[in-house]
């Protein structure tokens, strides 16, 4: 029901800053939460920012302070502006969405990625 492509990875310097971007189609996006998650090697995906569809805000401790998530309906598009980039951030970012209907119950996508390198 909704499709997601995430875009904006690359390599980029400690202490430099990059945007991502995860562009939504197939339904109603302003119905769902929206999340960006990230998985280094050898670790677990992890939650890095997440937006409900009301506009609260969520944010792991290790990117408070340096990263915003937000996003506009109009364009059916969620951001995740990185700033103060350092090498532990390096990890495929992915684009989440979540919505929870009566009767349905509990609907998941997820994009294919994009890749942020931080490194000298």
């Known amino acids: 029901q909704v499709q997601l492509v995430e875009s904006g990875g690359g390599l980029v310097q400690p202490g430099g800053s990059l945007r991502l971007s995860c562009a939504a189609s197939g339904s109603i996006f302003s119905f769902y939460a929206m999340g960006w998650y990230r998985q280094a090697p050898r670790k677990q995906r992890e939650l890095v920012a997440a937006i409900t569809s009301g506009g609260t805000t969520n944010y792991a401790d290790s990117v408070k302070g340096r990263f915003t998530i937000s996003r506009d309906n109009a364009k059916n598009t969620v951001y995740l502006q990185m700033n103060s980039l350092k090498p532990e951030d390096t990890a495929v970012y992915y684009c989440?969405?979540?919505?929870?209907?009566?009767?349905?119950?509990?609907?998941?996508?997820w994009g294919q990625g994009t890749q942020v390198t931080v490194s000298s």
């Open positions: 989440n969405a979540e919505r929870v209907q009566t009767i349905v119950g509990r609907s998941t996508f």
